[in-house]
């Protein structure tokens, strides 16, 4: 079983920068691929980024392209998403997820979620 838990949303302004956190805790944790989400309202839950256990990482999609990092803190069982010069269209909920298997852009390749955490993006 293992928990994970996203921390580090708010408003923020257009152009700021954005660090979100997730804690993952459980047996095992260090071992698990832990991804980040993003929905906005209304709209489909989409893959921003993924790291693996060794520090390997994938991003996904257009949005934030060039503007996100991810990395992973391992002895303190963190995963931190990074975006800078922030866009109301970075507005959402972000998730952070745990896969067993491998990173992937689909989120039923996670078995693990956090409740999210609220960004809101706007002046």
């Known amino acids: 079983q293992l928990q994970v838990v996203e921390s580090g949303g708010g408003l923020v302004q257009p152009g700021g920068s954005l660090r979100l956190s997730c804690a993952a805790s459980?047996?095992?944790?260090?071992?698990?691929?832990i991804g980040w989400f993003r929905q906005a309202p209304g709209k489909e839950r989409e893959a921003v980024s993924c790291?693996?256990?060794?520090?390997?990482?994938?991003h996904y999609g257009d949005r934030a392209q060039g503007r996100k990092s991810i990395s992973r803190d391992k002895s303190k069982g963190t995963v931190i998403l990074e975006i800078n010069s922030l866009e109301p269209e970075d507005t959402g909920t972000y998730y952070c997820?745990?896969?067993?298997?491998?990173?992937?852009?689909?989120?039923?390749?996670?078995?693990?979620w956090g409740q999210g955490t609220q960004v809101t993006v706007s002046s």
């Open positions: 790291i693996g256990r060794g520090g390997g990482f994938v």
């Open positions: 459980g047996s095992n944790a260090e071992r698990y691929y």
């Open positions: 997820a745990a896969s067993s298997g491998s990173c992937s852009g689909r989120p039923d390749q996670y078995i693990y």
